[in-house]
């Protein structure tokens, strides 16, 4: 609920599974109310599934719920979120009118789907309204996700396909969100978003190590470009989030695409830095 500052983190000793407290110094609560101060527990060391971080020092979005008398992180990594500081006021205006929405008496799907669709639209809060549209386009989390989620994406209009395009086209991905964006917007013919993608992907591509989901990235854009060759390009890494593909394999299967179907070679975007790594979108699992 109230987004916070951490103050201190104190961690007992091991087993892995052990018991940490984050002292949490709450700026402003966007949903209920809480204290100046905060102690919340949570499980630093649990490996799989991801757990919450908090980070000494660190502003942190933490969506909290309050049971018999303690604190505790909702849905664990995905439950603190680090964003830039331009970018808490417009997070901030997004989970209140959440907020509003799940308070009305009825739920109402319009309103709902315009929502996911500026999140999606949003680079900070890109992941979560895409996921919500669609949970499959993160094929990695969808895989061991046992919620029973609904997929919204047929119901999107075309107002708001507009909306989570343009927001790519003004700030494009290079982060996971990259070929998630693009599997949303498939059937989304526009030359402003294939640009967009190709600028974002040539950001990633130089970067030093590339990240897993490089080769996805590019398999949804050649998909997108209609490349005739896509299906004996990948036919070895079928269903496979962690190919055995080097980087410079990578890099050359890329180049050679490129060659083949004569796509050009645009500016690369810049990459997002990650405020902190292994929560929210970038979680690991």
């Known amino acids: 609920e109230p987004p916070v500052e951490v103050d201190t983190e104190r961690e007992t000793e091991p087993p892995v599974f052990r018991s940490s407290h984050a002292t949490l110094l709450v700026h402003e609560a966007w949903k209920g109310t809480a204290p100046r101060s905060i102690e919340v527990p949570y499980p630093a060391g649990l490996a799989c ?20 008398g303690e604190y505790r992180t909702i849905g664990l990594s995905y439950g603190t979120l680090y964003v830039n500081p331009d970018e808490v006021k417009d997070v901030g205006l997004l989970v209140r009118e959440a907020v509003q929405l799940q308070a009305g008496s009825e739920r109402d799907l319009d309103q ?4 996911l669709a500026r999140a999606a639209a949003n680079p900070a809060t890109r992941w979560h309204g895409l996921y919500e549209l669609n949970p499959t386009v993160d094929q990695l989390l969808s895989h061991y996700d046992r919620n029973e989620r609904v997929d919204l994406e047929p119901e999107l209009s075309a107002a708001e396909l507009k909306i989570i395009a343009d927001g790519f086209v003004s700030d494009p991905s290079t982060d996971r969100t990259l070929p998630m964006i693009l599997r949303l917007l498939e059937n989304y ?5 294939d640009n967009a993608a190709l600028s ?11 990240p897993w989901w490089t080769l996805s990235a590019i398999r949804v854009l050649l ?12 036919a070895d890494f079928e269903d496979d989030p ?12 890329w180049e050679r695409a490129k060659e083949e179907v004569g796509i050009p070679t645009l500016t690369p975007a810049p990459v ?11 979680t690991p699992s």
């Open 189 to 193: 013919p526009s030359e402003s978003v």
């Open 223 to 234: 998909e997108r470009l209609n490349d005739p060759y896509v299906l004996p390009r990948f």
């Open 242 to 253: 962690y190919p055995d593909i080097s980087d410079d394999e990578i890099r050359e299967l």
């Open 49 to 68: 599934p991801a757990p919450p971080r908090y980070v000494e020092g660190r502003a942190v979005i933490a969506f909290l719920a309050h049971e018999n």
């Open 112 to 115: 709902r789907l315009n929502w």
């Open 200 to 210: 974002s992907l040539e950001g990633v591509l130089g970067q030093e190590e590339l």
């Open 272 to 282: 997002r830095d990650e405020v902190v790594w292994g929560v929210g979108s970038n």
